[in-house]
């Protein structure tokens, strides 16, 4: 089981370009959780999601940030026209439906906003 | 709203030495309460975990972390603190699914 893989480990993007951000969760696990570390910050809770299904979004931003989890292929978390502000380490986590108690963290993904 | 509060931004501790990291929670209901390790450039590792039962809970890498009602508080521990054990320390609640941390504690153990 390699654990929860997300992708790239490391991204830069210039000012109003597209962030794509990809999150392998643990064979098995169908509930995905994304999480945003900015610095000197603590780790804030952004979206869960389910198969092909938003559970809970209350923190995302209102605007340029989306999530999706496909029945197929890994969870997107996707900024649209970066700002420096959204520079940040965005964590994924995963579980199971019957240990959702029981959260795998993947290693995060550094995006650089230049 | 559920929250927790972590009061220390830092906590220094000589090798050998005991440690404690605080953590204390606001939840409705019964709380689940968890503690987090971060290595620097690294995810986030669990340590442990209060759901029900005893409210002193042994985790990973000798730490440890008693839950106690009337204080609200679940306290990390260790009784003799080594250098590898310095990185940044979340506590968090659980409403259900997602994970609600605190904002983390820096614990750092000299020689």
């Known amino acids: 089981n390699a654990g929860v893989m997300q992708n790239p480990r490391h991204l830069v993007r210039r000012r109003g370009q597209e962030a794509r951000l990809r999150c392998s969760p643990m064979?098995?696990?169908?509930?995905v959780y994304w999480y945003r570390q900015l610095p000197e910050e603590g780790l804030k809770f952004m979206v869960y999601?389910?198969?092909?299904?938003?559970?809970?979004e209350s923190g995302m931003p209102k605007e340029r940030f989306s999530a999706e989890f496909p029945k197929e292929g890994p969870s997107i978390l996707r900024i649209q026209q970066v700002v420096r502000g959204d520079s940040a380490a965005y964590f994924c986590?995963?579980?199971?439906?019957?240990?959702?108690?029981?959260?795998?963290f993947g290693q995060g993904t550094r995006l650089t906003v230049v | 709203a559920q929250s927790v509060a972590q009061p220390e931004d830092q906590v220094n501790v000589a090798e050998g030495n005991p440690l404690t990291v605080k953590c204390t929670y606001s939840v409705s209901g019964n709380p689940y309460l968890f503690w987090y390790v971060q290595y620097p450039n690294r995810g986030l590792q669990f340590l442990l975990k209060?759901?029900?039962?005893?409210?002193l809970v042994k985790g990973s890498y000798g730490f440890e972390a008693e839950f106690n009602k009337s204080q609200t508080s679940f306290h990390l521990k260790k009784p003799s603190a080594l250098v590898s054990d310095s990185a940044l320390y979340f506590c968090?609640?659980?409403?259900?699914?997602?994970?609600?941390f605190g904002q983390g504690t820096e614990l750092s153990v000299k020689p």
């Open positions: 968090a609640v659980s409403p259900g699914g997602k994970l609600i």
């Open positions: 999601l389910q198969k092909e299904n938003i559970i809970d």
């Open positions: 064979k098995g696990h169908s509930h």
């Open positions: 986590a995963s579980s199971s439906t019957d240990r959702k108690d029981k959260a795998f």
């Open positions: 209060y759901i029900t039962g005893d409210n």
